[in-house]
């Protein structure tokens, strides 16, 4: 355990989060189950079907089936355009989560060649779909683009890129790991928003806090077969219980908060660009969630925090990623925790970081 | 729900597994459980290395890695050999778990080609692995082989096959979905058995009867390996403990029982064998399972046995598969239940059977 990460996880106030990452997670959601209740089994069984069908109906799909993961759901929606379409190639962002997090499983395990659509630093536009020279099966959009801070196209032009992909004949996929937490900024229902694609994915331990698992949702023909995919993947369970009483349980409890934690989020973000040295990305969050980049290199930034969290008691993150020689930068996700801040005592830390860094950058 | 399963959940003793497959398997587990104890994170922390560990020990290997499911961790398994190998051939039997049950991940995941060796009905032996003329990476063998109602070959002959494929590089993967249950009668430890082996997978919802998981072991090279494919795959979860935590806690319950669950399918086996129309496959089981095969149909087997449930209270069975116009099957499992039943009460039922069957046999 790092230095920042030990001293963050000992303030009587982190800021990011809803919670310690620990097993009580599950407890709680288990708390009041009843033990009768008979477990799914491979895919089947009220438990599994039920929250398959609410969830279906929440995204506005005809159908969809719980994963384990959302790796496994998103590789095997490609996989299955693919087949459909006869095509290999899929673009999506340089930083999709295909991309970068998944040891490549989209080609080792699939065989699928992505086109890299726009750059590292922004957005997909309507300008990088139509001017695509490759010919595609699917077009996969990231709502929020996690790795950019979380950043969103307009309605009007997710609208515009769905109506293309709709004519020239390109599946739409969603990677939906934040969509819940995006609604309130777009003022849309999940099924506004689903609609415009032809297969969506969300997870259930971002915003909502679940342990883990993820729904895929589609046509009846698409979700039927993203059964035997995740069957052939291992990911068909004899229970997935564990994970769909926990996120079912966890989607009650905070789907209905998401806009209370996008203010906080614009809120929070306030303070940290107040601060010379740092600034947010996006400077005006659309969901729960923007990266702080730092004119300051780690090294400085690390002992900065370490003695704001012990003379505040308020811990602003567990870590700092290194960008190079004079900048560095971490991810800020907001949720239950940061309603346990008394407001006055948030600000004098955010005073005295000041003061700190003013100090560091006139150096 | 078909009519048989609902009477047999509605019997006094049911005769197969443990316990109803319900969420009081995951409650139990965790009634004892600390909630501040911290989550495993995509496969580190101190709850699942420590699994890892133990189970590494316990199975005499480098190296382990917990997996959701086995599907994932054989298929992974194999192709790890594969591409150390170069060479896309893995012989394993015709009823193999990776050709019947997984849709073909195999195939179509990893294209692998499986050389189907001996026949439906019985074991692999020595002779058809020196006869195989196909060069293959890996033989994997399935102790005990469920299919074929749980049978194994004798330890000698385990031994010869495995001096046979080290002396000629071809790798040696055990399917132990079953180790645990077949250690008594082989009179050996998890070690001594998976010594044969370069990689072993051992599964916690049979025998052991937890929720669900799978350990993967061998040496660290290849468990490193097997990580990776882990992530690709989909399989690498931000939080496996409640598989872990539960796998962990029946495996204490029940490890030590895998010779008395040994006992009872000795025993219930004897008294299959002596009703007219039906016989055990083992007729002498050599782990907690065996196969129940009648030569009568299931239209005329199935009354038969409501009727039995009904007048007894005991359960023999949650099903009955057709096997053509006048054979049918099922398989047993013993666990926990089977000390339950009063044994005078048990052999009141099978004398009742006798009775019925006889009157059947007879038309």
Redesign the interface.
């Known amino acids: 355990m790092t230095a920042l990460l030990e001293a963050f996880n000992q303030t009587t106030y982190p800021v990011t989060g809803h919670s310690?990452?620990?097993?009580?997670?599950?407890?709680?959601a288990?708390r009041d189950?009843?033990?009768?209740?008979?477990?799914d089994?491979y895919g089947n069984g009220k438990l599994i079907e039920d929250f398959q069908r609410k969830m279906a109906d929440f995204l506005g799909k005809e159908s969809a089936v719980f994963?384990?993961?959302?790796?496994?759901?998103q590789?095997i929606a490609l996989r299955i355009w693919s087949d459909e379409l006869g095509n290999k190639k899929v673009a999506y962002h340089p930083l999709c989560h295909l991309e970068i997090h998944?040891?490549?499983?989209l080609k080792?395990?699939?065989h699928l060649e992505p086109i890299l659509l726009a750059d590292k630093e922004r957005l997909i536009t309507l300008d990088d779909v139509v001017n695509m020279k490759e010919n595609i099966f699917c077009l996969l959009l990231e709502l929020p683009q996690r790795e950019i801070g979380g950043q969103l196209p307009s309605f009007a032009e997710l609208e515009a890129i769905a109506s293309h992909c709709r004519e020239r004949g390109i599946k739409l996929h969603l990677d939906g790991a934040r969509l819940f937490e995006i609604l309130p900024y777009y003022g849309k229902s999940a099924a506004e928003v689903c609609a415009l694609f032809d297969s969506v994915y969300v997870s259930f331990?971002k915003g909502i806090g679940g342990?883990?698992g993820a729904i895929l949702a589609g046509g009846e023909a698409f979700t039927e077969q993203s059964k035997?995919?995740k069957?052939?993947?291992?990911?068909?369970?004899?229970?997935?219980?564990?994970?769909i009483?926990s996120s079912d349980y966890y989607f009650e409890q905070r789907v209905g908060k998401m806009g209370h934690y996008h203010e906080s989020a614009v809120e929070l973000a306030k303070l940290y660009n107040e601060c010379a040295g740092l600034k947010t990305n996006p400077e005006f969050p659309v969901s729960n969630m923007f990266h702080v980049h730092a004119a300051i290199p780690k090294d400085k930034l690390e002992p900065i925090f370490l003695a704001l969290y012990k003379e505040t008691g308020i811990g602003l993150t567990r870590y700092i990623n290194v960008v190079n020689d004079s900048l560095s930068a971490y991810e800020v996700s907001l949720g239950d925790r940061f309603d346990k801040i008394p407001k006055a005592q948030l600000k004098e830390a955010f005073d005295l970081l000041k003061q700190k860094l003013q100090a560091i950058v006139a150096e």
């Open positions: 310690k990452y620990t097993v009580q997670i599950l407890l709680e288990f189950m009843d033990g009768s209740v008979e477990s089994v994963f384990p993961s959302g790796t496994m759901a590789q998944e040891k490549d499983g080792e395990l699939h331990y342990i883990a035997i995919w069957r052939r993947h291992g990911g068909d369970l004899i229970s997935l219980y564990p994970y009483v």
